[in-house]
């Protein structure tokens, strides 16, 4: 017995923001027999030449997909022909695995796809695949947001690397985003004042009145040396970089003695051409002089801690002191729409996909 399962490939390479014609939604059939046990020799990426797994296949349904920001470089790197990569929640829809019941869900590192045949053995890492969190009464699709991979990327992001003490100013550009709109968030209940940036007026209406920033600003509108004058006039202590580019050198101008950067994203370069890197114009004299870090962050880095984030921003959520905003594009076949339109920056909070 076989079963239908949709995925989308990359037609073309996307030539700045991407179109809906680079992908293509393919169908494939996958064997409905799972294997039951036993012990089966596999060829891994360790450093022994071989591991040994038992073979316990599970079968998931896609429930809610993730699109996010760094899929777009993610697609320079492609070959044509291959699956966008991407985190869902899916449905355990038959199952081999003690782990994994059927009917229970997990949130997974499948890809652009509906249907996913997979070894649990072969995938234990934390980045892959593991149970859904417990969510209490949250709904499931914040475990591919604020609940999960998002939430920790601003929870540690802010506090290991930018380091927020209370009455410090914490700057973030993309501020109404998925991780943005978390750390601002997250900033103001360690004691910080907080001024966002975002690319409309609905979103800073958004940071002003739904999530409390101090001051918010839409950097389209607005002369951003003199914004940051006017919110913060004795200086920035910590800046969260989603954006880089211009804006991100306007801000690290303004950077206090001590202050710290944190580098999560540069969404102001992913649609130019593949070959260019993202730059940030830095005045290095300015940072050497007034001990500025300036530090990257790739969430994986906490993969050891990955509870501690979620369940923390979970109960967060819970007992009203985050406020989570999410964009739904319903059906699996409107995962490219989905995904053009977060880069043209029209949604607000986390672009999720329900199937």
Known sequence: MTIKARKFVLRNRPQGLPKTSDFELVEEEISENLEDGGI??????????????GITEILCKAEWLSVDPYMRLVANNLQLGEMMPGVQVA?????????????????GLFG???????NPSLHTEIEYLYPLPDMKSLPESYAIGSVGRVGNTAYFGLLDVGCPQPGETVVVSAAAGAVGSLVGQI?????CKVVGFAGSDEKVDFLLNDLGFENAFNYKTVNVPDALVKAAPKGVDVYFDNVGGEFAF???QKMNQGGRIALCGAISSYNRDASQPAMIPFDY?????????????????????????INQIRDWILEGKIVVRE??????????????????????GKEVVKC
């Open 40 to 53: 089966k020799l596999f060829k891994c990426n360790t450093s022994k030449n071989s591991d040994i797994f």
């Open 91 to 107: 449905r355990v829809i038959k199952s081999r695995s003690p782990e994994y019941e059927e009917g229970s869900k997990v949130v």
């Open 112 to 118: 652009w796809r509906d249907t996913t045949k997979c």
């Open 187 to 191: 900033a103001k209940l360690k004691g």
């Open 250 to 252: 306007h801000v690290t």
């Open 285 to 309: 004299t300015k940072m050497i002089y007034n001990n500025i870090k300036l530090e990257g962050l790739h969430v994986l880095r906490w993969k050891h801690r990955w509870f501690e984030g």
């Open 327 to 348: 964009t739904v594009t319903e059906g699996f076949e409107n995962m490219p729409e989905a995904f053009i339109r977060l880069l043209k920056g029209s949604n607000i």
